[in-house]
C-alpha cells in the first residue's frame, strides 16, 4: 500500500510544475529529483534543494557530489545505510545556478514535503542548512541552533538542525567543520538511544 502511494506521489512530482522550477530543464537535466529511501523509515534526512548530480543520477544527496559524499560519511559514522532512511529536499526541483529557493517556490513544493511526512511518519528529521530547518521549524539561526534538537509543531516530529554537507565541504571554516564532526556525534547517540528504545 504504502509503495503504491510513494509511486503515484512520484510521478505527480516528477510532471509538477506548480512553480518556474519545474518548468525547463537545468544543464540540460530534469530538474525534478523525487525523496528516495526506506518508506518505512524513522529518521527522515532532509537538505534544500537538488543540486547538478541530484538531477544526473536521479537521487537526493547522492555522490560524487560533495554534498553526497559528506552525507554518506555522516551516515557511516553514525551507523546506519541509505536503505534504513528516508532521504529528500524542501524543494524537489534544482534551482538554476544552485541558488536558493524563494519562499514562493518552497511554498510550491509544500504539500510533497507534508505528503512524504505523512506516508514516512518519521521520530526524527535530521536537517541540513538553514532552508530545510527554517521549513519545519520557523525562524533558525544555523550557527546557533545546529546540533540541538527542536520539535516541529506543524509536522509533530523531533527536529535536529545541522549545517549542509555543500557549506561543510567547500566553505566552512575549520570551526564550523569541528562543530559539524561534533553535531555528527551527538546525532550518533541520538540514533544508539532511539535504537534502543525501539
Known amino acids: 500500500m504504502k509503495l503504491k502511494v510513494y509511486e503515484d ?16 530543464k537545468v544543464d540540460n537535466h530534469d530538474p525534478h529529483v523525487m525523496g528516495q529511501g526506506n518508506l518505512d523509515a524513522s529518521i527522515i534526512f532532509m537538505a534544500e534543494a537538488p543540486g547538478l548530480q541530484e538531477t544526473i543520477h536521479e537521487r537526493p544527496l547522492t555522490p560524487p557530489g560533495t554534498s553526497g559524499r559528506i552525507y554518506e560519511r555522516v551516515l557511516k559514522n553514525i551507523g546506519l545505510s541509505r536503505d534504513e532512511v528516508y532521504t529528500t529536499n524542501t524543494v524537489l526541483c534544482r534551482p538554476e545556478n544552485n541558488n536558493d529557493p524563494m519562499p514562493y517556490q518552497v511554498h510550491s513544493c509544500g504539500d510533497y514535503l507534508v505528503n512524504q511526512f505523512e506516508l514516512i511518519q518519521p521520530k526524527l528529521v535530521v536537517t541540513f542548512g538553514r532552508f530545510a530547518a527554517q521549513a519545519l521549524l520557523g525562524y533558525v539561526k544555523i550557527t546557533k541552533d545546529h546540533g540541538q534538537i527542536r520539535h516541529s509543531k506543524k509536522f509533530n516530529v523531533d527536529v535536529f ?36 528504545a525501539v
Not at 512520484?10 to 518556474?20: F, H, I, R, T, W
Not at 549542509?164 to 553535531?183: C, I, M, T
Open 9 to 24: 506521489l512520484k510521478a505527480e512530482v516528477l510532471s509538477c510544475k506548480k512553480c518556474d522550477l519545474g518548468c525547463k
Open 161 to 196: 538542525p545541522m549545517y549542509h554537507p555543500a557549506y561543510v565541504g567547500a566553505y566552512a571554516n575549520a570551526e564550523r567543520r569541528l562543530e559539524f564532526k561534533v553535531d555528527t556525534q551527538i546525532l550518533k547517540k541520538i540514533v544508539k538511544e532511539h535504537k534502543e
